[in-house]
């Protein structure tokens, strides 16, 4: 299952964070994930609107919505990003051996089934009905 650019970049972040000696800047990179460099930056931008991370640094230009540059220096996940995380990850381990191709991809139709779990664990609206 190839997850999206925004949950690619929180997984990158949490696993990094659990390590002894952290250093979210040099292994949380867009050429590490194989992701676009502008994807990346819009994917640290998201993550930081929606309160999954703090302490990133988002510089904009004026007219344009793509951040031009984002420091991730002091990067740390909320309670709430941490909680997603678990979430995905507990997604994840639960798809059923037989979901599994031979290629390690998921068959349809479990596929779009567990993407749209994915993709609603850390929606804004979800974070109120946790509470």
């Not at 931008?45 to 002091?74: A, Q």
């Not at 909320?78 to 798809?95: A, N, W």
């Not at 051996?97 to 609206?125: D, F, M």
């Amino acid at each position: 299952m190839q997850l999206a650019g925004i949950q690619q970049v929180l997984l990158a972040i949490y696993s990094e964070s659990q390590k002894i000696n952290p250093n979210v800047c040099s292994s949380v990179t867009a050429k590490k994930l194989g992701m676009d460099p502008v994807k990346f930056k819009v994917a640290i931008d998201k993550l930081e609107s929606k309160g999954l991370i703090y302490g990133s640094l988002i510089i904009t230009g004026d007219c344009c919505p793509i951040p031009r540059m984002v420091l991730i220096d002091n990067v740390k996940l909320t309670q709430f990003g941490i909680e997603c995380v678990e979430k995905i990850q507990q997604i994840l381990r639960d798809i059923p051996y037989q979901a599994i191709n031979g290629e390690n991809k998921i068959r349809q139709p479990w596929l779009n089934q567990i993407t749209a779990q994915v993709n609603e664990v850390c929606s804004i609206e979800n974070r109120h009905k946790a509470c």
